[in-house]
């Protein structure tokens, strides 16, 4: 890799650390925290270096998961290192490779809904946490109201992946020369 590709990485990867542990350490903004991780990974994309957005994917998680003091019972890194982290490099390819765009959205969607009910189960089973904020009838029917509100939130997520990538090409095409 050249040099700008790799300080741009580090730049990436740096500003990935931020938000996660920002998101760790805060629960109000994790998923503000994830989101905005989730466009710092795709900033080495500019200089057309899919080893580079890995690079950031992977050394951003793992240092956030050091400075956060390996946090496990925060919602930021299962979602980060399944989903939110993976999904806009996933989709860059897909777009470049020109992958149909419906098998493609279709793809994303599947797998957004089952990391929602995986994320789902795995803090009410397995980590115990107890929803007991939601009402009652939420809180039976959870199963029910999850898949729509995945389908809503990743339709906005899929969205702003690709509006953010237009922004991140066109401020880098400034900066960077």
């Known amino acids: 890799m050249k040099s700008?590709?790799?300080s741009v990485s580090a730049i990436a990867a740096a500003f990935v650390t931020i938000c996660?542990?920002?998101?760790?350490?805060?629960?109000?903004?994790?998923?503000?925290a994830l989101v905005a991780a989730s466009v710092f990974v795709i900033l080495p994309l500019y200089m057309n270096s899919y080893k580079g957005c890995l690079l950031c994917y992977l050394a951003g998680g793992v240092l956030?998961?050091?400075?956060?003091?390996?946090?496990i019972m925060s919602l930021v890194f299962p979602a980060y290192f399944v989903f939110f982290g993976v999904y806009p490099i996933v989709?860059?390819?897909f777009t470049d490779v020109n992958f149909n765009k419906y098998l493609g959205f279709i793809i994303g969607l599947v797998w957004f809904i089952l990391v929602a009910y995986g994320?789902?189960?795995y803090y009410t089973a397995i980590m115990g946490r107890v929803f007991t904020d939601l009402p009652e009838w939420i809180l039976k029917n959870v199963l029910y109201f999850l898949a729509p509100l995945a389908v809503i939130v990743f339709v906005v997520f899929d969205r702003y992946v690709v509006v953010m990538r237009r922004v991140i090409n066109h401020y880098l095409g400034r900066i960077i020369k």
């Open 4 to 6: 700008k590709t790799i």
């Open 20 to 32: 996660l542990t920002i998101g760790a350490y805060f629960e109000v903004a994790d998923l503000v």
């Open 64 to 71: 956030a998961f050091l400075c956060s003091g390996f946090n």
């Open 91 to 93: 989709k860059s390819k």
């Open 119 to 121: 994320m789902f189960f």
